[in-house]
């Protein structure tokens, strides 16, 4: 649809592909050249992704390394109010020089829009396997028709392993803006403040019964002397990158999202994302994988936490995933979907059992 065409610098993919190896030059301060330049299918909604090799002469040899792009999208209706990138490679270079979480080693970062019209940051491209988003991988893919149950449980099992590892980090060493709360308010306030917000913004003067039923839960029922740290906001297997083998995680991928907040509502997020994959499609989930229950358990065991108010973070987690998911149907005019997608449907479900 029209509505959802990545930036129209894209249009100019050779335009491009001499503008990023001048760059490139400049960061480097030798000759970089990007003999071509790909962008992969599905760009357009969340970000524009660009997939090149970028090669120079060292030593009197040709070295190369394999790299992505990421612009910030530019699109008639995005699906977040703004969107900077600035923030993400932040949190990712705060990550890196801090921790010992897989991110994507970072060459550069651009904030001004003149060269590309549109913000950008290359990172080095890495080796592995990723559970398909599109479709869901409860659904068809790699993940359900090239392993067996035992190599499901060990690529589930090792995801709630990386995300354990993160909550066990301090956040608070790591310096970043995105922990900085306004005053007076606790930071699961200020984020259900930025999603009313965002519910007036995406919805264009409508009202979203159930994301709006589900806010209003969320007000009245808030727990209070929680935890605050650097919660990674999209915490799931897509946003992960799988060793061959599927016994580890090797980048840890798409920080768009963080936010201070109680680590729970990262689990919360990461067992509510595969239940819409699969309950909320009608689809089985995959055979192998752990129950939510037993990754609950893991994931106390290995951080020494008590995951308390999980059950307020799943609707807190349906709130979010159904308004973005409402956003994007208005987004490419799919008008009857706005109220009634599958991802509003089966949030109401679980506001009804409340």
């Known amino acids: 649809m029209e509505e959802a065409r990545p930036t129209p610098v894209l249009d100019d993919i050779e335009g491009t592909r001499s503008k990023l190896a001048s760059w490139l030059s400049e960061q480097r ?4 050249d990007i003999p071509a330049l790909t962008v992969p299918d599905g760009n357009g909604m969340s970000n524009v992704t660009l997939l090149f090799d970028m090669q120079w002469q ?23 109010p703004s969107y900077a990138l600035e923030p993400q490679y932040r949190v990712m270079e705060a990550l890196a020089r801090h921790t ?11 904030t001004d829009t003149a060269l590309l019209g549109v913000e950008f940051y290359i990172m080095a491209r890495i080796d592995g396997r990723v ?19 035992e190599q499901r449980a060990t690529l589930w099992r090792a ?23 306004p005053r007076g308010k606790t930071a699961l306030q200020a984020q259900l403040d930025y999603w009313q917000d965002y519910h007036d913004w995406a919805l264009e003067g409508r009202t ?10 969320l007000k009245a029922n808030q727990p209070e002397d929680e935890p605050t740290a650097l919660c990674w906001g999209d915490s799931r297997i897509g946003n992960m990158m799988f060793a061959p083998a599927l016994d580890g995680v090797v980048a840890v991928l798409d920080w768009e999202m963080a936010v201070a907040g109680n680590p729970v509502q990262d689990l919360a997020w990461f067992n509510y994302i595969d239940a819409t994959f699969s309950e909320g499609l009608g689809f089985p989930r995959l055979s192998g994988l752990p129950s939510y229950e037993e990754s609950v358990a893991q994931w ?5 936490r008590k995951a308390e108010h999980y059950d307020y973070y799943w609707i807190f987690a349906g709130m979010r995933y159904g308004l ?21 449907k089966m949030l109401e479900r679980y506001l009804d059992e409340r």
């Open 58 to 80: 060292e030593g009197g040899e040709t070295r190369s390394q394999s790299c992505v792009g990421r612009l910030q999208p530019e699109i008639a209706r995005p699906v977040f």
């Open 208 to 217: 979203h019964e159930i994301g709006q039923r589900a806010l209003d839960w």
């Open 300 to 304: 106390e065991a290995a951080t020494g």
């Open 29 to 32: 301060g030798y000759t970089v």
């Open 131 to 149: 559970p398909s988003d599109m479709p869901p991988y409860n659904m068809d893919g790699w993940l359900m028709h090239e392993t067996s149950e």
């Open 324 to 344: 973005i998911m409402s956003r994007i149907m208005l987004a490419t005019g799919q008008e009857q979907e706005i109220q009634g997608n599958f991802v509003c």
């Open 159 to 181: 995801a709630v392993d990386m995300l354990a590892r993160y909550h066990r980090i301090d956040s608070g060493a790591l310096d970043l803006p995105e922990l900085q709360l």
């Open 100 to 110: 010992d979480i897989p991110v994507p080693e970072l060459l550069g970062l651009e």
